[in-house]
Structure formats: structure tokens, C-alpha cells
């Protein structure tokens, strides 16, 4: 047998797909396929984005921000409110209008007016409108974030309608796993550092949100029930935050260490530095936290969020915090538990689609092609384990259709060795020599066989492209396929063809190598 680049193409494929595919067949160490949720079961969730939060946060975030800009640059104003959607505040100072006016004109989608020294302030429809979009985008990739950090395999994480998001969990199957999963996908993780009024927290328990209202503050409790006053506008929130980890403290109890970027390290820094001996709220989700008293300026934009956390809760906390808060918080419109007992049925079933298709296949083309079609068939088994290997080398997620596009493939494999085979039958006929019916026969195939296979490629793209779930599971197995069987089936069995041909000629048997007497 005569090696040529084709077969040494075609063999070093073969073993490395055999060697990539171990791991999944054996369970031994090595990268793996992972099943999707309706082969392993898993917890099914559709959830509800509630956007017209987001809007209320943005506006929050932009009074912080004038607040800030008005310490900044020594500007007076007096009755910083938040209210419907709106903020307002008074000017001490008319000469200070212009700079206010520029800084607000220089803000993405604010608009103003003014009625005298009072600004009110409010978002454009436009920007209202961004920002609910936003939401909803930055909740997908904010929950993706969370359960990849989780170190859960392959979760789908996607938006599905307008407003909606679909997550699909696999390998989810008790109720205590599933409560922990529900809790940090839904967790805001809205952190933000308050300033408790220490003029009227006295007479906090003697006020209502009405009379705190008219302070511009907010009464918050803590895990206890002990009740806060503090100021509405935050000094800084979560969307500074660049790191979060879990440590412990002196007492060996789970703290968060948070750092901060540059922006909320200057801001928290000034803070501190012009409120020693003041204290300083930690709110994570409109819950005191700690409320530390400011012994002095706090500089390198670091912090500490304490609270009698357990480790499983701190390092919860701490992905959340990591990831991202959810700028509109979502909620639950359905659950579904899908038993792994309907994983096995499906993997058994489709197992003895494959494994039937396969064996019939095989059968068929040795009896109809003979030794042209068990060479076919050597180039189906190379396939078969080149997309086994490729899925797992990639850690792809293995669906119930992505394993209906597996038994497809391998209908669509063999095809191709069946237009060359009667291309080469053809030739043959008309009594062309045997070396030149197999140059002709590839050569005269290849046309029908690449439009065949680029179409259905397209089609495989547009839906993994536009596909969620298990339509990606799909069209991702077709794909594989496709270029795998253009790889096995044209090139692996032209050289095989290569490397046989002084026995072909040598026999001139052709029933024998091609099922045909001539």
C-alpha cells in the first residue's frame, strides 16, 4: 500500500477524533460533550424583566452624579429630590447656573428646565426607551455571567420576545440546588454606599417614608429589624465595582472585599475624607448591610461588606456582585423540573435511531457498492467520531436535535460517496480505465456534492445564528457534519483509493471493488 498526502490527511483525522471522542465514551479525564437539559434534565425558567426599574435607577444614578458635580466644583443647591421619574434642586447661587446648565447639556439624554433657581431635571423618551432595552440585554449577559462563574455547564441564557428571558439549566436535580440557582439569577446584587442622616436617625422609629420623604431620605432596615435613616441619593452604587471576593474577617466570619474603579475610588475617597467621625451605610438590595462609623479618609477605592454572611451565601453574593447587578430586577412567570428518567428515554431512543440508521447504512453499501462502499463506510465511522471529538474538544452542549442532526449527518455523509461511486460506475461502463473513472469520478462529483453541502451549510448558520437552544443543538451538529464528511468522505476515501490502486488494477475484478460487472 503506497501512502499519499490524502491518506496521511485522512488517518491523522481519524485518530485525533478517536482520541477527542474517549473522553466522552469512556467518562475519563479529557475535554467532553455535555448534555443539554432535555437529555440530563435540568431546571427550565421564564423570566419577566421589570424595566421600568432600570429607568428609576438611572435617574438615581444621574442625582448622584449632580450631587457630586455640585460638591466638585463648590456649587451650592439645596433639595435634591428623586421623585416619579424626575429630579429636582435648587440653585443657592445664580451665578452658578451656567455651569450647571453646561454640565446637564453635556449629559446623554437628560433634558431640563428651569423655574427660576429650580432645575427640574428627567430623560428624554428616546433614552427611556434605550435604557428598557439595555435592561433587558444586560440581564441576559449579566445572568450568563453568574451562572458561568457558578461553574455550571453550558446553561442557556437567552431573550426570548420583547421583555422576556429564557434559562435552561442542565443537571439541576434537587430542590435545594434549584432554590440556590433561583436566588442568583433573581439577586439585584445593587449595592450601594449611603450616608445615614445623623441629624434624625434618633427618631427614626418615630417616623414614617412620608416624613423621611420630606428630608429627602429613605428608611431602610438591616437583617435584624433595626431601622436606618439615610440619605436617598447614594454616595456611590455597584456599577463602580471592578472586583469582589470572599474573605474573613478577625472573628474567621465571610466578609466581601470589594474594589472599586477609578471614578468610585475618587468619590469614595472625598467622601470619607470631608465625613470623619460620620457613618456610612453598606445597602445591598435595600438592606443595611453595615452602617460603620468613618474613623478616617478611605482611599484605594476598596471596601468591606460584613453581615453575618454564611460562605455558601458570601461567595453567592460575591458572584453577583462580580457579574454585575441586574439594573431592572426580574421575576419568575415559569418553572419546569424536567426529570433526568426523560433524558435517559431520550438518549436511549435516539442511541437506537443512530446506531440503527448507522448499521442499515453500512449494510446497504457494502452489498450494493462492495469493497467502494466499505471504504464509504470507513470514512462514516471516521465522521462520526470527528464530530463526536470537535463537540467535545469545544465542550458543546449535546441536545435531543442535536443528536436527530447526528443521525441526519450520517445520511448525508454517505451521500457523497454515493454520487462519487456513481460517477465512477458510470466512467467504468463506458470502459475508462479504472485509475482514470476514479480522478474522473471525484472531479465530475464534486460540483453536485459542494452545492449540496454549502446550501445546507448556509442554512445550518442562518439557524444557530437566529436559534435558541435546541435549534443551536441542531444546526450546530449539522455544521460539524457537513465540513467533517467534505474532510472524510471526499478526501479520506480518494486517498484510501489512492494508496489501493495496484490492487485495483492488479484484480480487475470489478464486482468485487464496485458492485458492477462490465
Not at 456611590?236 to 470589594?258: E, K
Amino acid at each position: 500500500m503506497k501512502l499519499n498526502y490524502r491518506l496521511i490527511i485522512f488517518i491523522a483525522v481519524f485518530f485525533a477524533g478517536v482520541a477527542l471522542s474517549l473522553p466522552t465514551f469512556l467518562g475519563i479525564n479529557g475535554p467532553k460533550i455535555t448534555l443539554g437539559l432535555d437529555l440530563q434534565g435540568g431546571l427550565h425558567m421564564l423570566l419577566g424583566v421589570d424595566t421600568d426599574k432600570a429607568v428609576a435607577s438611572k435617574v438615581k444614578s444621574i442625582a448622584s452624579s449632580i450631587k457630586y458635580f455640585a460638591e466638585d466644583n463648590d456649587i451650592l443647591i439645596d433639595e435634591l429630590r428623586v421623585k416619579d421619574n424626575k429630579i429636582t434642586f435648587k440653585l443657592l447661587d445664580e451665578d452658578d447656573a451656567k455651569k450647571m446648565d453646561e454640565f446637564l447639556k453635556s449629559q446623554k439624554g437628560l433634558t431640563f428646565k428651569k423655574e427660576g433657581l429650580t432645575y427640574i431635571v428627567s430623560l428624554t423618551p428616546q433614552e427611556i426607551e434605550s435604557i428598557k432595552e439595555y435592561a433587558i440585554k444586560q440581564a441576559v449577559d449579566t445572568i450568563r455571567n453568574r451562572l458561568d462563574q457558578f461553574g455550571l455547564a453550558e446553561p442557556t441564557v437567552a431573550k426570548q420576545g420583547k421583555d422576556k428571558i429564557l434559562v435552561e439549566v442542565p443537571g439541576i436535580k434537587t430542590p435545594a440546588q434549584e432554590q440556590r440557582i433561583r436566588k442568583l439569577i433573581a439577586k439585584a446584587a445593587h449595592l450601594q454606599l449611603m450616608a445615614v442622616d445623623e441629624d434624625r436617625q434618633a427618631r427614626v422609629n418615630q417616623m414614617t417614608p412620608q416624613e423621611a420623604a420630606q428630608y429627602g431620605d429613605v428608611i431602610l432596615k438591616d437583617r435584624h429589624g433595626r431601622k436606618y435613616l439615610v440619605k436617598e441619593i447614594p454616595i456611590l452604587d455597584g456599577s463602580m465595582i471592578t472586583d469582589a471576593r470572599v474573605a474573613f474577617d478577625q472573628n474567621n466570619q465571610p466578609v466581601i472585599n470589594f474594589t472599586l474603579n477609578s471614578e468610585g475610588a475618587k468619590i469614595f475617597g472625598d467622601f470619607t475624607a470631608k465625613n470623619v467621625g460620620k457613618r456610612l451605610a453598606v445597602v445591598l438590595d435595600n438592606v443595611v448591610y453595615s452602617a460603620p462609623v468613618i474613623r478616617e479618609r478611605i482611599g484605594g477605592g476598596s471596601g468591606q461588606i460584613s453581615g453575618g454572611f454564611s460562605v455558601e451565601e458570601a461567595h453567592d453574593v460575591a458572584i453577583a456582585l462580580r457579574s454585575g447587578a441586574l439594573l431592572a430586577p426580574v421575576y419568575l412567570e415559569e418553572k419546569r423540573s424536567v426529570g433526568p428518567s426523560l433524558g435517559a428515554d431520550s438518549i436511549r431512543s435516539s442511541f437506537l435511531a443512530l446506531i440503527s440508521g448507522f448499521v442499515l447504512v453500512v449494510i446497504f453499501m457494502a452489498w450494493y457498492y462492495g469493497i467502494a462502499g466499505i471504504i464509504a463506510d470507513i470514512a462514516l465511522v471516521a465522521n462520526l467520531f470527528l464530530i463526536i471529538g470537535i463537540m467535545a474538544l469545544f465542550g458543546a452542549t449535546l441536545t435531543l436535535p442535536g443528536m436527530a442532526g447526528i443521525v441526519l449527518t450520517v445520511g448525508m455523509a454517505v451521500d457523497a460517496n454515493v454520487i462519487i461511486n456513481e460517477r465512477i460506475r458510470e466512467l467504468l461502463r463506458q470502459g475508462v480505465s479504472v485509475r482514470k473513472a476514479i480522478e474522473q469520478g471525484y472531479k465530475n462529483a464534486m460540483s453536485a456534492i459542494l452545492d449540496a453541502n454549502i446550501t445546507t451549510l448556509i442554512a445550518a448558520v442562518v439557524l444557530y445564528a437566529y436559534g435558541t437552544g435546541p435549534i443551536k443543538g441542531f444546526a450546530l451538529t449539522i455544521s460539524i457534519g457537513i465540513l467533517a464528511s467534505m474532510l472524510t468522505a471526499i478526501v479520506g476515501t480518494h486517498g484510501i483509493y489512492e494508496a489501493l490502486m495496484p490492487y485495483i488494477e492488479k484484480s480487475k475484478d470489478l464486482k468485487k471493488w464496485f458492485g458492477i460487472e462490465v
